[in-house]
Structure formats: structure tokens, C-alpha cells
């Protein structure tokens, strides 16, 4: 078996279409997109249809995406943006870093921020978000979807919660594991601020962007030149973007039956690990979680111990998010906050799949699964 | 009008990617696209990928590996040095020096800085765009923690003295920042011996991708971050790393740094010519910036009795790409603040072109130019009543 890359949370094999455009425009959009001779104004003219694609992605106006370096400058420019001195801030306790650090450093600064807690599904629970909303709240920043255990928040009903608790309070949804891997129509929505990434879905590392909705002020966290209507300054990357504006389009298009067939790999793979004993299924196959991701424990192996049997069969998962991968008990914060046990949290592996997976890729792994553990369990005892 | 030949010459706003550097690229974004940070070999290969580009970065500056951290460009790295540097040295003080003829990314981030309670100095330039060392030192006070000078500006080509500031900084134990965007593959650059403690670059600048730059960090200045997150950068700069774009740029400062001095005096033999033939064949020309500190590849002149937009446009037209002021600053009318600030007045300020050279320009690019410009600013004076009224009335 070729490699079976099951870890597409942590970034995704972008498209050759992808690489295609991003030479294409180092080749011969090389131009600078503020510049006015006529190599500027055709770089400029392909920002323009990167970012409607893009819009398209989450029926978003052109006008409102704001391009960034990636997912994590788009959640601290959302944050850092909107807040002012001393105001209160809501989130969960199982956020991306690039939202908890921000927010554990604004704390420092006399912040006043409310961790909601999740229940075992990995879900906020509305009343605690209602009854934290006060009169000077002024962000609430949830996740749409789990980076580890794939559970979806009830985006809509967060969001009428808020409008009908305090008007004053903006929105800002991570959207960076849910887009292009569930529908999303932001108007429908009714959110002020997402951020999105496009290595996630098949585009280029090193960009990502925010969706500000039309008529909000941010104040910028890169200052200079002043592109991207002064929010976000900095020499566009032209490339990248397009490359994202092209994944996007890639993705957009039958989403439906894309998300269908991650289901399906998901259903196939939860139905073949009856036949393992001895595990826990940390993201069902429901309705509140995505089809991306399944979260199991193995109970009696260690999870990166296992990571690396299964690397041996050409297998790619991870143990939790990669960005604390290297440090697995003194990071992971998402297992335990829905209550797993220790031993279940350290037998934990994220498979995460994209539409490009197959069920085949999915038989491979069981086989390999059964092998790796037979061993690796034998030797604990 | 248009025409075949094109002649860019506006490599200061931004360069062509080298196609060695897009090929050393291309396997990060096929084969080899695993997240830096996951654990197995296909991450691990992405891992060293990265050290090694920050080592090929670190040797062209003369700093550590662990003192770069890789960027989203050079804007970030700019916000991030004086937003970092200021935050984190508050309690030593709230006085921070810079010039009048900095990028707008270290400009417009003073400014912020002042509406956040601190104080900044705007040191003057003299009319070559050299900063004025006096003034900069008699503007240190005991609550000084910065001094962002950059290392050779982007619209007029003026190199400061550097090393000086260096001095100058490390004496009174304040933390030197430069922007040397425009430097790097220019100036032989040593953050050692001269005494830098920060400095920002942008791969686009010397024939590497857009949307990749990098910060310098001498080790021990502290900073505080500017993006906060999954703890990569060795939990200075969160976020997925841009693996192509890093080992993009460590094979661009390889190339641009590998010789300094034979590029530049093949650039510079270029500029020379072109410069020389502008101010020889059009009269009521300046030349802006300094006479020989400044960059090889940097022509920057004004044209009395002009607008350099219409100018431009009929460059454009001629296949022509050069700038007025800086890419990021074209689309405004304002004059440059850089111009302004070596003296310039507002109406010769407006009549200003800048040509930067690069690597791919040719004699016959030279002789083009040398052959259209003068034409086009003849025709732009003949449309211009100030010119009417200055040959009816001046001669």
C-alpha cells in the first residue's frame, strides 16, 4: 500500500491544480499587487478572483475576506481587533492555542475571559454561554469545529443567544476545521467574524483568511502599507492566495457529495474497529460531530507509541493536534475536558480524512490496527 | 501603443521568484507536504527542511540559527520587532527612536505605539536621506528601549551607517532594530559586528516567494509575541509553518548573499549608465537620495514640471514598470513622505520616478530606457503649463 495519509486535520497534500496556479503566478504574475503598472494591475486582477472564490467558499461578500498568513494570524488579528481595555471575552475550554494563548496573555493585561466548559460530546452548553454574557462583554470566540475530536458547535444558536442577550457583543467563529468540510452560509449565520486556512483544504501552507463582516472596524495587527483596506498590511501573497482561491473553488464544488463520502470512510472505519477490542470512541458518528475526524483510545498502548507502529505500515495519523504533538500529556486539554479518563487520553490517535481518502485506505489501516496491537499490547502485559 | 518589449525595472517593490528557488519549492507543496510539527517522518522531514533553511538564513546575516524566526513577511516582522520590543521593556522605559523616512510598517506602528502611551522620536534626515547621528544621539534619554533605523531605504536607496547606530545603541544599552528589507542581497550584512539586536527581511525582495520573511532576535533580547498559538517558532510565532515559502526563502538568501560584491557591481555598472544617460539627456532632473551610499540597483529622480503618475502611465505603455514611490503607497496621492522628508517640495516631489534594477536587466534594457524616457518627460512638459511658463518667463 502506497502512503495512507490520514492526518488531514493537521494539513492536507494541496492539489496539484493547487501548485499549478501557485507556479503559475510566481512564474508570471510576479508583480506586486499595489503596484500600478500594468504587471501590478494583473497581479491585482488575480487577488480579486482569489478572494471571490474564497468568498464564495462561505457566501461571503469579496469585500469582506481579508487575507492573512494563515488561520492562527486570522483568530489574533479577530481577537486582538475587536476587544477594548478591560473588557470581558467568552470562549471554551477546548479552542485552538492560537485563540487560548491570546487570551491567556490578555488576561495578564486585565482582561476578563470565561472558559465555557464542554459536556462529554465536546459541546458548550448554551445556558453557561447565556448566563456569562454580561454588559461589557465584548467577543464571544468559539471554534466551529474540534481540531481533535471533530465536535460542530451549534454556531446558529450561539450566535441568537448573543444578539438577544447584548447586541454590543461580536462573533467570532474558528472556522478553520469546518470550512470546506460542512456547508457554511455566514449571512445565514449571522457571525461578525471566521477565521479560515487554506492548507486545511488542499491549498498552500502560509495563508488564510478572515472574514470581516461589511461595516465592523478592526484595528490591524500588522500595521504598514495598508492593503487589505488597512486591516491587514504587508505585500500580498499573490501566490498563495490564489492558490487558496483555486482549493477553494476545488472544495466548494459538490460539497455535499464530498462530505457524503467522508462520512461514509468514517462509518466504514468505526464499524471495522468492533472487530478490536478495548476501545473507546471518542467522536461518534452523529450529528455533532464531522466526518473528518475520529478520535479513538486504545486502551493498553501508549498513542504515539502506536503512531509510529502504524507509521510502519505507511499509515499517518496523529495523537492529537500537531501543534502540540510533541508534547502530548502536558498539552492535550481537549480529551480530558470531556472527560476521558487518563489511560483513554493517552491511547488516544486522531485518523482525519479528507474526501481524497478511500474505504480501501481505510481495511489497510483496520489490518494494521490489528497487527501493531496484538504486539504492542502483549508486550504492556 | 503597446508595446512588446518589457523592461521591469521595479524590483524594489518586488522581485521575479529565481527558478531554482521555485524548484527547491515545489517537493514541499507535492511529496513532502506533512505539518513541521507532527511527529513521524514525513513531519520530520518537513522539520529539517526548516532548520536547514534557518541556517542558510542565519549564515547570510551572521546571527544563530536559533535567533531567526520565520515570518509571514517583512511587514510582520517589522510590527513584531517594535510591538514586541515596546511591550515587553516597558518598565525600563516608553521612549523609542526611529527616522522620518522609515517603511510605513515601522512608521505606522509608532504611531499606534504613541496612542498606547509611548513616546517616539522621528530623527530628520539630511537632503541625501542620511539620518543625522547628532540629533539621533541627542535624542536618547534614559527612558529610551528602541532604536529602529532601517538599513537602506526603500524609495531613495540611501544606506544609513549602520554600524554607528550600532555603536551608538550598544553604548547606551538600548536594543537596535533595522529594517533591512531592502538590504538584504544588496550590502554585506553582520548582525554581529554591527551591533544589531533585530532585524526584519522579506524573501520577495531578493528573488524568493511573497508571504515569507523572517525576524532576527539576538538571543536574549526579549520580545513579546505578536501571534500567539501552537507554540511553533519555538513558541515565538504561532502557526503552521509556510514549509514551501521557508525553504524558499533559505535557497533565495543562499543565492542572493553567495556574491554580494559581483552582483553588485554588475548592477551597479548598469544603474551608472542609465542614471548618468537620464541626467545627461533630460534637463531640470534631480537626483534623489545619496550620490554613492545607496543601493546598487536604486535610481530615483525628479523631473521638473511633471506628474509621475502620467509619467508612469506612459511608461507603462511603452513596457516600461518602474514605481513612483513605494509599491504599497502608489495607489495614494500624497506625495511621498520620504521625499518630503530630504527636503523635496511638494510640486518636484510629485515628479518623481524610481527605477530599481534586478538581476535579469540587460544593457539593451539600459539603452531602451535611455531611448523612451526622455521622449515621454518631453511630451509630458510640452502638455505642462508650468513648463510653458517657465520657458517663456525663466529664460
Keep these: 500500500m502506497k502512503l495512507v495519509y490520514f492526518d488531514n486535520s493537521a494539513t492536507t497534500r494541496p492539489h496539484r491544480e493547487v501548485v499549478k496556479e501557485v507556479s503559475d503566478c510566481m512564474e508570471n ?27 464564495r467558499l462561505i457566501g461571503a461578500l469579496p469585500q469582506e475576506i481579508i487575507f492573512t498568513s494563515g488561520g492562527s494570524e486570522a483568530n489574533n488579528t479577530a481577537i486582538k481587533g475587536v476587544i477594548t481595555p478591560g473588557c470581558h471575552i467568552i470562549t471554551s475550554k477546548i479552542e485552538h492555542p492560537s485563540v487560548l494563548r491570546v487570551l491567556q496573555k490578555l488576561e495578564k493585561s486585565g482582561y476578563e475571559v470565561t472558559y465555557l466548559s464542554v459536556d462529554s460530546r465536546g459541546i458548550i452548553k448554551l445556558e453557561e454561554l447565556e448566563n456569562s454574557i454580561k454588559d461589557n462583554t465584548k467577543l464571544v470566540t468559539i471554534m466551529y469545529v474540534n481540531n481533535e475530536i471533530g465536535s460542530i458547535q451549534p454556531v446558529d444558536k450561539i450566535v441568537e443567544i448573543v444578539r438577544k442577550k447584548n447586541k454590543r ?42 472574514y470581516v463582516r461589511k461595516g465592523i472596524k478592526l484595528e490591524p495587527l500588522i500595521l504598514g502599507g495598508g492593503q487589505e483596506w488597512e486591516v491587514r498590511s504587508g505585500t500580498e ?9 483555486v482549493a477553494a473553488e476545488i472544495i466548494s464544488s459538490n460539497l455535499n457529495e464530498k462530505i457524503e463520502h467522508v462520512k461514509g470512510i468514517k462509518k466504514h472505519f468505526i464499524e471495522r474497529l468492533k472487530e478490536i477490542d478495548n476501545i473507546v470512541i471518542n467522536s461518534p458518528y452523529d450529528d455533532n460531530h464531522i466526518g473528518n475526524i475520529l478520535n479513538v483510545s486504545f486502551e493498553g498502548v501508549r498513542g504515539e507509541v502506536l503512531l509510529h ?7 499517518f495519523v496523529s495523537t492529537g493536534s500537531a501543534c502540540s504533538s510533541k508534547k502530548v500529556s502536558e498539552k492535550n486539554y481537549v480529551l480530558p475536558s470531556i472527560g476521558l479518563k487518563e489511560c483513554h487520553v493517552e491511547g488516544a490517535i486522531r485518523f482525519s480524512f479528507s474526501y481524497i481518502n478511500t474505504v480501501d485506505e481505510v481495511d489497510y489501516t483496520i489490518e494494521a490496527l490489528k497487527k501493531s496491537l496484538s504486539f504492542l499490547r502483549r508486550l504492556k502485559k | 501603443m503597446d508595446s512588446k518589449r518589457i523592461v521591469y525595472m521595479d524590483h524594489a517593490a518586488t522581485t521575479y521568484v529565481k527558478p531554482e528557488v521555485l524548484e527547491a519549492m515545489l517537493p514541499y507543496f507535492t511529496e513532502q507536504f506533512g505539518n513541521p510539527s507532527s511527529v513521524y517522518t514525513l513531519g520530520r522531514k518537513s522539520r529539517s527542511a526548516i532548520e536547514e533553511a534557518r541556517e542558510k538564513v542565519a549564515k547570510a546575516i551572521g546571527a544563530l540559527p536559533e535567533e531567526i524566526y520565520f515570518t509571514g513577511g517583512g511587514s510582520e516582522a517589522d510590527n513584531w520587532a517594535i510591538k514586541g520590543a515596546a511591550f515587553a521593556n516597558r518598565a525600563k522605559g516608553n521612549h523609542i527612536i526611529t527616522s522620518k523616512i522609515e517603511h510605513h510598517a515601522i512608521l505606522n506602528t509608532c504611531e499606534f505605539l504613541e496612542k498606547q502611551g509611548f513616546e517616539v522620536t522621528y530623527v530628520s534626515v539630511d537632503e541625501n536621506g542620511v539620518i543625522d547621528l547628532e540629533e539621533l544621539k541627542n535624542s536618547i534619554t534614559d527612558k529610551t528601549i528602541l532604536i529602529s533605523i532601517m538599513f537602506a531605504n526603500n524609495e531613495i536607496g540611501t544606506i544609513q551607517p549602520i554600524e554607528e547606530i550600532g555603536r551608538i545603541a550598544k553604548e547606551r544599552g538600548i536594543i537596535f532594530h533595522t529594517d533591512a528589507v531592502q538590504a538584504i542581497g544588496n550590502v554585506e550584512i553582520n548582525v554581529k559586528d554591527m551591533n544589531i539586536d533585530m532585524l526584519s527581511l522579506a524573501a520577495h525582495k531578493f528573488y524568493g516567494p511573497k508571504g515569507v520573511g523572517a525576524l532576527y532576535v539576538r538571543k536574549g533580547i526579549r520580545i513579546e509575541n505578536l501571534i500567539h498559538g501552537g507554540g511553533q517558532e519555538r513558541k515565538r510565532r504561532g502557526g503552521t509553518e509556510n514549509l514551501p515559502g521557508i525553504v524558499g526563502l533559505g535557497k533565495a538568501i543562499e543565492l542572493a548573499t553567495a556574491d554580494i560584491e559581483g552582483h553588485n557591481a554588475r548592477i551597479r555598472a548598469l544603474r551608472d549608465r542609465l542614471l548618468n544617460g537620464i541626467l545627461e539627456k533630460i534637463p531640470y532632473t534631480k537626483l534623489n537620495g545619496h550620490p554613492e551610499k545607496r543601493l546598487p540597483g536604486n535610481i530615483n529622480v525628479s523631473f521638473k514640471f511633471i506628474e509621475g503618475e502620467g509619467l508612469l502611465l506612459l511608461l507603462d505603455q511603452s513596457g516600461i514598470y ?60 510640452d502638455m505642462s503649463p508650468l513648463y510653458e511658463n517657465f520657458i517663456k518667463g525663466g529664460r
Aim: aromatic share 4%; hydrophobic share 40%; charged share 25%.
Design chain 1, 29 to 55: 504574475y510576479f508583480g506586486n499587487p499595489s503596484s500600478a503598472h500594468r504587471l501590478g494591475l494583473g497581479a491585482e486582477k488575480k487577488m480579486k478572483q482569489a478572494r471571490e472564490k474564497v468568498a
Design chain 1, 169 to 210: 457583543v461580536k462573533v467570532h467563529i474558528d472556522a478553520v476545521q469546518a470550512a470546506g468540510k460542512i456547508p457554511i452560509d455566514i449571512k445565514k449565520l449571522d457571525v461578525d467574524l471566521m477565521s479560515l486556512s487554506a492548507h486545511k483544504i488542499h491549498g498552500p501552507k502560509g495563508v488564510g483568511a478572515l
Design chain 1, 237 to 245: 501573497n499573490l501566490p498563495g492566495i490564489s492558490g487558496f482561491g
Design chain 1, 309 to 315: 507502529a502504524l507509521e510502519d505500515y505507511n499509515i
Design chain 2, 322 to 381: 518602474g514605481s513612483t514611490g513605494s509599491a504599497c503607497s502608489s495607489g495614494s496621492l500624497d506625495p511621498s513622505h520620504v521625499l518630503l522628508a530630504i527636503g523635496l517640495p511638494h510640486e518636484i516631489a510629485h515628479g518623481s520616478l524610481r527605477l530599481s534594477l534586478g538581476d535579469k536587466n540587460t544593457e539593451e534594457d539600459v539603452d531602451y530606457v535611455l531611448d523612451v524616457l526622455p521622449k515621454i518627460v518631453q511630451r509630458l512638459r
